[in-house]
Each structure stands twice: as structure tokens, then as C-alpha cells.
């Protein structure tokens, strides 16, 4: 049976106890994209949206909010983050954010990878939805993960 970490005895919230446990450097790489009209992503690549440099906007935004992930997401651990890199790849529909956390310490980045991916992309829309109001964010989820107790993790491809 699973032990479901975040619930004490009596069943309540808790913030996992990762005191014990070694510092170890550990790194996150989550993805997700937005999909969008071949006007939107046009106006995205030529930096002709009217709020400005789109992807600028949404990589700074991106690393801000992975720096925040323990107010934003309950029960998660205040981390002091060695870096976090956000990319983009324009595709043919829209466009792929990639974002990287790592750290050392005891317990994992993938929430602030995660995150960092979900304001990139959501900072995408606000940016460009004077283009496009009928974009779509999807496919957010975690690609690999290292170290740590648990090892190492990468998503097969589907």
C-alpha cells in the first residue's frame, strides 16, 4: 500500500519532514506547449505582438514563479533554486516550453520546473491573446527527474 506522505496520523495536512534525509543535487525538467493560430504564432516570431517581446516576458515570468512554487502550491518546501532555465521552440501550431530547476538540497524540483512551465505558458497567452483568444495550453507535465532518495526518472515516449 502507498504511504501517503503528506497526511499525519489523524489524517491531517502536513508538510513532509525532509530533515533526515542527505543533500543531494537534484534536477527537474518538465514541458508543456500552446497551441495557437498560424496569425498568433506569426506575430509571436516576428515580434509584432503589441505587449512586446512575448517570449522575453514569458522566460522571465517563468523563472520568477519557480522561485515562488512554495507560496503557490500547499505543503511544498521553500527552496533556494541554483538555477532554472526556460526555453521555447516555435512549432509548426504554437509553441514548446521547456523548463529546468536544479538544486541541492532534500527534496526535488519538480513542482518548480512544473510550475515554471505553467507561467511561461499561461504569461504566452495573456501576451498574445489580443492575436489569438481561443489558444490552448496543454501536455504540462514532468519529462525527467535525478537524484534524489527515489533516483532517476524519464518519461517514456508515448
Known amino acids: 500500500m502507498t504511504v501517503l506522505t503528506h497526511l499525519d496520523a489523524q489524517g491531517k495536512a502536513r508538510m513532509v519532514d ?11 525538467i518538465a514541458g508543456g506547449r500552446i497551441r495557437m493560430s498560424s496569425q498568433a504564432l506569426d506575430a509571436i516570431r516576428d515580434g509584432a505582438v503589441p505587449k512586446g517581446d512575448v517570449l522575453a516576458a514569458a522566460r522571465i515570468a517563468g523563472i520568477m514563479a519557480a522561485k515562488k512554487t512554495a ?10 533554486l541554483d538555477a532554472v532555465a526556460v526555453d521555447f521552440a516555435l512549432l509548426e501550431d504554437g509553441v514548446a516550453v521547456t523548463a529546468t530547476a536544479s538544486l541541492t538540497a ?7 520546473a512544473m510550475v515554471a512551465v505553467s507561467i511561461a505558458l499561461l504569461t504566452i497567452y495573456d501576451m498574445a491573446k489580443v492575436v489569438d483568444k481561443a489558444m490552448v495550453i496543454d501536455a504540462v507535465r514532468l519529462i ?8 532517476d526518472w524519464k518519461r517514456t515516449p508515448a
Open 144 to 151: 525527467e527527474k535525478r537524484g534524489g532518495k527515489s533516483g
Open 71 to 80: 507560496e503557490l502550491i500547499p505543503l511544498c518546501h521553500p527552496l533556494g
Open 106 to 112: 532534500r527534496t526535488g524540483v519538480e513542482m518548480e
Open 18 to 28: 525532509v530533515g533526515g534525509k542527505a543533500e543531494t543535487s537534484r534536477v527537474a
